[in-house]
């Protein structure tokens, strides 16, 4: 069942690639869906001829998949409205992901964004968040059936604090939610380096299906790509909830650096990954998407970037921090074996302070 689950989740799967029936389909789905990958799933599934599930599959994937095209639909109309509220900022910012990836990278339908993420400098949080407060948005968590229940003070400060990020922020706009995420930082750590300061004085406008926005650069993008994987890869609070590896953030990766990079010059996001320091968070996404994604391994660049980022000591692929409690846990296993683990928090082994 692994198998076929990685290569029906390949967004670039041909119809000469070779598959296995599983015997489970159960898992299959399900794991499909919990990585959100039920809707390049599906459309793989109907070009391989060769591969026979039972009908209640092929309904319930295809319902993912329409359901899929909904989500679409009022993600251009999200992207569209924070467009508009933030036409009047008067600070750097840029829309990350989804806003990008869902509405132009991949044909509708194909990957799914329950929120909006917003980079901006720490020093411009209060002029952001008041932004959006002018927007009708309130900080805090909806509940469908009794609407947003504001934040509370100390949520609202752990998250700063643990995190680098805000507690997400809601409104309802004909009975959907719109979720927008604020980032100031690119781990769990203060933002100290400079990097977000750099990104975003090299932001671009791009013009999407719902209208013009503000996103990163080409390479500053992928780098925020790597990194976001890297931190909830690699923090226990993602782990222990069982959101560090879902297969979508790989694919990402996989989808932007084909797609984005075909022809094009790798030298400068090689020097932006050493600008910034970065080398490990990069090596870490670059080289786990591969494993998992294993059509990159013929990628000749690819692997010469890795190659070139490479750090000395990788200690650091197979270990999970403990922000709070300041600890560093570790795991003993290949990684396609540890994405497949359903404890993985159960597994690891605490390596002292």
Not at 152 to 169: C, D, K, L, S
Request: proline fraction near 2%; glycine fraction near 6%.
């Amino acid at each position: 069942m692994d198998n076929l689950f990685f290569r029906l989740s390949d967004f670039f799967m041909e119809e000469t690639d070779e598959v296995m029936i599983p015997e489970s389909q159960e898992r299959l789905l399900g794991a499909l869906c919990l990585n959100r990958m039920g809707g390049i799933g599906y459309l793989n599934m109907r070009r391989l001829k060769g591969l026979k599930v039972s009908k209640e599959f092929r309904w319930t994937m295809e319902a993912v998949y329409n359901d899929n095209l909904r989500k679409y639909e009022l993600l251009l109309r999200d992207v569209g409205i924070l467009s508009e509220i933030f036409s009047k900022s008067t600070f750097a910012y840029a829309l990350l992901k989804g806003a990008y990836l869902s509405t132009m990278l991949y044909p509708k339908g194909c990957r799914v964004s329950n929120d909006i993420d917003i980079l901006v400098q720490e020093e411009d949080l209060s002029r952001c968040t008041g932004l959006l407060a002018e927007g009708g948005f309130v900080q805090g968590q909806y509940v469908r059936g009794k609407g947003i229940i504001p934040a509370t003070r100390r949520e609202i400060v752990m998250a700063r604090m643990n995190y680098g990020e805000t507690v997400p922020f809601f409104k309802v706009v004909d009975d959907e939610a719109i979720m927008v995420d604020i980032n100031f930082s690119l781990d769990y750590k203060p933002e100290e380096s400079g990097i977000v300061r750099k990104m975003l004085q090299r932001t671009r406008k791009v013009a999407g299906p719902s209208g013009e926005f503000v996103t990163l650069d080409r390479a500053d993008f992928m780098i925020q790509l790597c990194c976001h994987l890297y931190k909830e890869a690699t923090t226990i609070d993602w782990v222990m909830t069982g959101r560090d590896l879902l297969l979508y953030k790989f694919s990402d990766i996989y989808v932007f650096f084909t797609k984005e990079y075909q022809g094009k010059d790798y030298q400068l996001l090689k020097n932006r990954i050493f600008e910034y320091g970065v080398m490990k968070e990069c090596f870490y996404a670059l080289k786990n998407t591969a494993v998992v994604f294993e059509k990159l391994l013929q990628n000749e660049e690819y692997m010469k970037l890795l190659e070139e980022i490479q750090p000395d000591n990788l200690d650091f692929m197979k270990q999970i921090v403990c922000p709070k409690e300041k600890q560093v846990l570790s795991y003993d296993m290949e990684f396609k074996d540890w994405f497949m683990q359903k404890d993985r928090a159960g597994l690891l082994r605490n390596m002292g302070n």
